[in-house]
């Protein structure tokens, strides 16, 4: 049997009433007390990290022009000292102090624990134990009674509306426990990037949109890392993708905690969709460090005015980038025409999906990994699965006689359309060396000397790349017969 409605509205006002007290008291304390941190404790709080990239004095014109985080004013927060100039409000309810506010003293948190303690199906929701604990109701109420104090920036002046004020923060904390589903949209920080809009709308429930800087701060102080310079690496995002709408639903295997943290049970496989559309539309080689929930109508703990979020650390930036100093980190900029292409790209590839999604497998691999073997390797195996079927010839002259068109469509000036087939066989040697674990000389590797020189595994990956942008943009031609057809037809027609 669950919760009743009934039931619901009693614990919602019976919270309301307790946090009505302890929120009067509260603003009685403010006015007689000093609320700074104690250097006894370790709170942290986000602040920026990077303030004087954003003075002029610092750095001239040439230096920001040259250094991607200063050029496009990049934010990076880091967990400094709670700051002086906030009033630290939990210090109203800790008992270091000599005088403070003992939530134990309040016989309504004790009232509701008995009440929830007698009726099993309200229980549940708070605890698989036979008997709530009044720790774990004091712990609601100072969460909801702190969060009130906090975005409201306190005084002791007690607000006419403050019964008012107070319920959406009672409500958002109580329907953690009381909803069976929690609905949530996910954030995705690109790393490497900046767009030159604020919002791009991928589908109905997927957008890109400029990091607002709320969001900034609350993601640093869940998902910091513990290397300096990945944790640049994750700050290097101006833009993230949303996912609408998702959802989770209570099964009691597993603790909200357990989930929210753990990045692969965020829905990679559609993240590793858009990236790729954007990697594929730019060639830009970006990446996603943080992935966090934005939940609706709901909280669980939060920390002081940051907004709610939770989330998990992930690792798909190319490790090469990890190595770099901050001064160093490249940050591409996504023109509007590449940000309405990343839009047609995605409609298309979600109309083509079981085509697409292995090579766009692949060539996501191919932007993320830094050695010649495997960028090789998961090219060549991308390029065979778009442009090797249906043919009874050798593999390689199948595809350098199939990659011409594709050339001709999406050219590259760095290739030549008429050397498709020297280009091919390049490769080819190259992923023969690697299999049979051949050594690698110069020779394997690039092509050509001096300023024109190529680099194979690189010239790899963006034949498949640019295979993909034509074959999304003209999915006839995911039927390599139509290739050869309109191969054919230029043959009789010249």
């Given amino acids: 049997m669950a919760v009743t409605d009934e039931q619901a509205v009693k614990l919602f006002n019976e919270f309301v009433e307790v946090c009505i007290m302890v929120i009067k008291d509260a603003h009685v304390f403010i006015g007689t007390h000093d609320l700074k941190r104690s250097p006894l404790l370790m709170d942290k709080y986000p602040a920026l990290d990077n303030a004087y990239f954003f003075d002029e004095k610092y750095f001239d014109e040439e230096y920001r022009e040259k250094i991607p985080f200063l050029k496009y004013k990049i934010p990076k927060y880091e967990m400094k000292s709670y700051p002086e100039d906030k009033k630290y ?4 309810f800790e008992g270091y102090r000599t005088e403070y506010i003992d939530l134990k003293k309040y016989e309504k948190i004790n009232d509701i624990r008995q009440w929830i303690n007698s009726e099993p199906e309200m229980l549940r929701l708070f605890t698989d134990k036979a008997e709530l604990s ?14 009130y104090l906090f975005i409201t920036n306190a005084t002791e002046i007690i607000p006419d509306d403050m019964e008012e004020l107070i ?41 890109i949109i400029r990091i607002p800087e709320q969001l900034q701060k609350a993601r640093q102080i869940i998902c910091k890392y513990e290397v300096a310079k990945e944790d ?3 700050a290097c995002a101006t833009h993230m993708i949303v996912l609408h709408n998702y959802n989770y639903k209570k099964d009691g295997d597993y603790s909200f905690d357990s989930i929210m943290q753990d990045y692969t049970c965020y829905p990679l496989e559609k993240i590793d969709e858009i990236f790729g559309m954007i990697r594929v539309a730019t060639g830009y080689h970006i990446g996603y460090e943080h992935i966090f929930c934005i939940p609706k109508d709901w909280i669980y703990e939060t920390i002081a005015d940051l907004n709610a979020i939770y989330g998990a ?112 066989k390049k490769i080819y040697n190259l992923r023969s060396r690697i299999v049979h674990g051949d050594e690698l000389k110069d020779k394997d590797i690039y092509i050509g000397s001096g300023e024109n020189r190529i680099y194979i595994p690189k010239m790899a990956v963006d034949f498949l790349r640019l295979t993909l942008l034509f074959m999304i943009k003209n999915p006839t031609y995911l039927k390599v017969e139509e290739i050869d057809a309109y191969i054919d037809s230029l043959v009789l027609n010249s």
């Avoid at 998961?378 to 006689?401: F, Q, V, Y």
């Avoid at 050339?407 to 498709?420: D, I």
């Fill in 232 to 234: 640049w690496i994750a």
């Fill in 167 to 207: 319920k959406p923060y009672v409500a958002e904390r109580l329907l953690f426990y009381l909803e069976e589903t929690l609905y949530f949209d996910i954030g995705i920080p690109i790393c490497l990037a900046t767009f030159a809009k604020d919002a791009i709308k991928i589908d109905e429930n997927v957008e």
């Fill in 313 to 424: 650390k992930s690792h798909f930036v190319n490790p090469k980038f990890v190595k770099m100093n901050w001064v160093n980190l490249p940050v591409s900029f996504v023109t509007e025409a590449q940000c309405d292409e990343i839009a047609s790209l995605y409609e298309s590839y979600k109309n083509n999906v079981k085509k697409l999604k292995f090579p766009i497998m692949r060539f996501n691999r191919c932007m993320l990994r830094d050695e010649v073997d495997d960028m090789t390797t998961d090219a060549c195996i991308g390029l065979e699965s778009l442009l090797a079927g249906s043919t009874h010839t050798e593999i390689t002259n199948a595809i350098a006689s199939r990659i011409p068109l594709v050339f001709s469509k999406v050219g590259n000036p760095e290739y030549l359309a008429t050397n498709g087939r020297g280009y091919m």
């Fill in 89 to 92: 409000y939990p210090s109203i």
């Fill in 134 to 147: 009044d720790y774990i109701i004091r712990g609601i109420v100072s969460d909801i009674v702190e969060r």
